[in-house]
Nanobody, 121 residues
């Protein structure tokens, strides 16, 4: 069973930056689509950013111009670069990877365990 391991969260001051990563726990054939979501305390999980296998990226209006989503297929790793962070960006960030374990495998989605991002002075 593939696991998706997230890293890079932490405490940062407003205006600061963090880079989140999510990595498949084993060698895989390909990452097809990737999405990042976040959940603030007392709120529902919301979509933040997505990247398709064709390279198309989409970002929530609240993070456009500040966040960048990317994938390193050679490392089986996705990234969310977060700049100019605001207190309202605080929450647990979750990665979803849609991947193929082998060339003949069907695409399957896996969720990371979540990583806490806190933006506070």
């Amino acid at each position: 069973q593939v696991q998706v391991v997230e890293s890079g969260g932490g405490l940062v001051q407003p205006g600061g930056s963090l880079r989140l990563s999510c990595k498949a726990s084993e060698s895989i054939f390909s990452i097809n689509n990737m999405g990042w979501y976040r959940q603030a305390p007392g709120k529902q999980r919301e979509w933040v950013a997505s990247l398709t296998s064709g390279g198309a990226t989409n970002l929530a209006d609240s993070v456009k111009g500040r966040f960048t989503i990317s994938v390193d297929n050679a490392e089986n790793t996705g990234h969310l670069q977060m700049n100019s962070l605001k207190p309202e960006d605080t929450g647990v960030y979750y990665c979803n990877l849609e991947l193929r374990r082998r060339s003949w495998s069907r695409k399957t989605s896996y969720w990371g365990q979540g990583t806490q991002v806190t933006v506070s002075s």
